[in-house]
């Protein structure tokens, strides 16, 4: 008859490398870092509203150029109207044109009227050509903004690719945990039965069998979790049926300079400071423009018009004019734009300071992340080298009876802790590595 016990431990490693096959079966499809970014370009629904808002600014630009442009119109009308006679005020019986004794009439005669007229901007004192520059930088400050939009968006993606990674390796420590715990099971087992282990060895074979298998099934679904967001990332909307590539970030050429050094490479390459600097300059032609509408505006008219009662015999007349318009009294209107502009110049200047002193943060913080995940990933390394050495040590003691399973557990856990702390200390390395190229405006 068949142990119970030797069974139970049967099944449970049958079943231990059941998942673990599953696991093991690549998922039909590996998506790699390169092919993560360029779907993020093609598909993130940010970048396509960031070059709507660009290319409504480039729009926009156009419509206040359309001021300093010639404005051409035509018209055409036709009436039906009475011929009725109306003295006007002050008029003298039989004068010109007056009809005294005619009697009304709802007769009615057609009036056909036809005209083109053109209207040119001469001068305003640089209001309209203040406004279209204006319109211009503030769409130049658009596009910048919508590199500093693909910018972000591909180091978003990048992190949430090695953040897949990392889970995926998380299931991999998680496998060979498992598996270990298998083998040590088989041997508790063994040694039960000859009866060289108390039967409380036995139970805690089992529980820590159990607890692996339970940490595997928690790190799979952080994998999936991990791919699901990186689906996000890129702006896909399905399945998460694919491995991600073993990628990772080499080092950032100039990764070890001082922040000073970073800092000015910075400061020229990345798209939100320039987006700064040309709103910036937007605003003060936006203040000239207001501070010109005290001023007067000359411009120039002309027109010509076709017009009488029959299509076939119409009159024409040409006319002409050169208009100056003064502004007198506005209601405090334009001096009140004016301060609205002068404070919005202001507002804007600050965020240019605040920015800078963000970007020189964000580099020393990006620095400080690389030399530290540097190091904290030598020293997991040595770690994971030791806790080897050390489950390696425990299992002989183990096998020749001198060793407990608590001292083979513990040296387990150890391993276990260990390659996790590898994992994420490689995981912080990619992603403090992405965050310097961010900060020094690098894609």
């Known amino acids: 008859m068949t142990d119970p016990r030797r069974a139970l ?60 442009l010639p404005q051409v119109g035509g018209a055409a009308g036709y009436e039906r109207t009475t011929a009725n006679y109306v003295p006007r005020p002050g008029s003298l019986p039989g004068g010109i044109g007056s009809s005294a004794g005619a009697s009304s009439s709802w007769s009615t005669l057609p009036f056909y009227s036809f005209g083109l007229s053109a209207t040119q901007l001469l001068w305003d004192f640089g209001a309209s050509s203040s406004a279209w520059r204006a319109s211009r930088a503030a769409a130049a400050s658009q596009a910048d903004n919508e590199r500093a939009t693909a910018l972000q968006v591909t180091t978003v993606v990048r992190t949430a690719f ?84 073993d990628e990772t970030v080499p ?25 700064m600097e040309k709103a910036v300059r937007a605003q003060e032609l936006t203040v000239r423009a207001g501070k010109a509408e005290y001023w007067p505006s000359i411009s120039a008219s002309t027109g010509i018009t076709d017009a009488g009662s029959q299509v076939a015999s119409l009159g024409w007349n040409w006319s002409a004019s050169l208009n100056v318009t003064v502004p007198v009294f506005t209601g ?68 020749t009876g001198v060793g407990t399973v608590i001292e083979l557990t513990d040296a387990q856990v150890a391993l276990t802790s260990a390659g996790q702390q590898q994992v ?10 992405t965050q310097l190229l961010r900060a020094l405006g690098r894609s």
């Not at 673990?20 to 993130?44: D, F, H, K, N, W």
């Not at 897949?164 to 040590?184: C, F, G, K, M, N």
């Not at 995940?373 to 030791?386: G, R, T, Y």
Request: hydrophobic residues 45%; negative net charge.
């Open 162 to 245: 090695f953040q897949a990674r990392a889970a995926r390796e998380l299931v991999r420590v998680a496998s060979e945990t498992l598996a270990d715990q298998d083998r040590h099971l088989a041997q508790v087992v063994g040694f039960v039965e000859v009866g060289t282990q108390p039967e409380i060895a036995l139970a805690t074979a089992r529980a820590s069998q159990a607890n692996a298998r339970y940490q595997l099934v928690l790190a799979r679904n952080g994998y999936e979790t991990a791919k699901a967001t990186l689906n996000q990332a890129m702006g896909v909307e399905g399945p998460t049926d694919y491995d991600v590539s």
């Open 332 to 399: 405090g209107r334009t001096g009140a734009q004016v301060r609205v502009a002068q404070w919005s110049l202001e507002s804007l200047r600050a965020q240019a300071d605040t920015l800078r002193q963000q970007v020189r943060l964000d580099v020393e913080q990006a620095r400080l992340g690389v030399t530290s995940a540097k190091a904290a990933l030598d020293s997991a390394k040595d770690a994971l080298a030791n806790a080897q050495q050390q489950l390696r040590l425990a299992e002989g003691r183990y096998e």
């Open 9 to 68: 431990a049967l099944a449970c490693g049958l079943l231990s490398a059941a998942a673990g096959s599953l696991r093991a079966e690549p998922l039909g499809r590996t998506l790699t870092l390169e092919e993560a970014v360029a779907t993020a370009r093609s598909r993130q629904p940010q970048l396509r509203e960031a070059h709507a808002v660009a290319e409504g600014a480039h729009a926009q630009s156009d419509v206040a150029r359309a001021a300093l």
């Open 251 to 275: 080092p950032v050429p100039g990764e070890g300079a001082d922040t000073e050094a970073l800092l000015a490479e910075a400061l020229a390459a990345r798209p939100e400071m320039a987006a």
């Open 424 to 433: 994420q200390a490689e995981y912080n390395l990619a992603s403090a590595r």
